[in-house]
């Protein structure tokens, strides 16, 4: 392998912390990625990463090589991108994970306006609660719902806000009378949505009046996937948190009538993240712009009826 091979090669196993991760990748084998880092060390002198049988760390000297690697390799991409018109010509295949719940309903509908658009890119849509690894899972872009993201190598962009509000059916309230205040929720069954950003044995909820805290007792029914705590919700089974896009059509209908309707959860942004750093292919930035329209304007007009309360 020539220097900027072994450089690449190098610059994965930093970010991907194993040489059988980086092997997988490649499609190589650990000797041949190891031999890669190790030809490095050789020519530098010096020692990039302290190996042993449990992990990788990365040396001073080697976390200043990784820096520069990348901007090299950066620039060298950047080059070969503007060659072959990546930068200016979304094609090839553009793979997605998103959150199930607001990939159900606006991502979706995001990615067919996409799609009817730029022919000439293929859309893998994944749906999953879990934060994927991009770079081991070979993701483009990563759809998710937080209050604040981890501090990574990421680059994220906002796409809109998004809010948790109470709900139950109209068979549920005309069998237990409507709270009033957030106390009154230890009177009625409540049925808890745990998911990576929302703790399931807590409601923190905000109003213009003030914000307040309810922890539900007793035993509950506690689903991580909006859907199904939809369905439970229609059925009478309780008072139940749904994102402001997942209840809006059927707070419109009646099929759900908000409970506690001055109160919502805090607000959680909706972020698009991926893994570049000095440029992005164009399927990716038009991608991130569709996303900015479609669902960041459902964002905002579902927040605009949902609190204007």
């Known amino acids: 392998m020539d220097k900027l091979s072994n450089m690449a090669v190098y610059v994965k196993v930093v970010e991907m912390g194993s040489f059988t991760a980086v092997a997988n990748y490649l499609d190589s084998t650990v000797g041949n990625v190891s031999r890669s880092v190790s030809a490095l060390e050789q020519m530098l002198d010096t020692r990039l990463l302290q190996r042993s049988t449990r992990r990788l760390s990365i040396t001073d000297a080697g976390r200043r ?7 090299i390799l950066a620039d060298l991409e950047q080059a070969e991108a503007e ?3 990546a ?3 979304p094609r090839g295949t553009l793979r997605v994970h998103c959150i199930p719940g607001l990939g ?3 991502v979706t509908d995001a990615v067919l306006e996409y799609r009817a658009v730029f022919t000439q890119v293929s859309v893998d849509l994944m749906l999953s609660q879990r934060m994927p690894n991009l770079l081991e899972d070979q993701l483009d872009v990563s759809i998710l719902i937080a209050r604040a993201l981890p501090d990574s190598n ?3 962009q906002k796409i809109g806000v998004s809010h948790c509000v109470l709900v139950a059916s109209p068979e549920y309230l005309a069998k237990h009378a409507p709270p009033l205040k957030p106390q009154d929720l230890s009177d009625h069954q409540c049925l808890l949505l745990g998911t990576v950003d929302y703790a399931r044995d807590e409601w923190q909820l905000k109003s213009r009046r003030g914000d307040a805290t309810f922890v539900p007792t007793g035993s509950h029914l506690c689903v991580n996937d909006m859907e199904a705590m939809s369905v439970a919700v229609k059925r009478g089974a309780g008072i139940g948190m ?3 896009f997942s209840a809006i059509d059927d707070l419109r209908s009646g099929k759900l009538i908000r409970v506690l309707p001055d109160f919502h959860t805090q607000e959680r942004n909706v972020y698009a993240v991926y893994t570049s750093r000095q440029f992005v292919d164009a399927k990716i930035t038009e991608f991130v712009e569709t996303l900015k329209r479609t669902v960041g304007g459902q964002l905002a007009m579902t927040a605009g009826e949902l609190l204007a309360v």
């Open 65 to 71: 090589f990784y820096d520069r690697c990348t901007a």
């Open 83 to 85: 060659a072959r018109s």
């Open 87 to 89: 930068l200016s010509e």
């Open 104 to 106: 159900r309903s606006l």
């Open 154 to 156: 990421y680059v994220s």
């Open 242 to 244: 749904l994102a402001g």
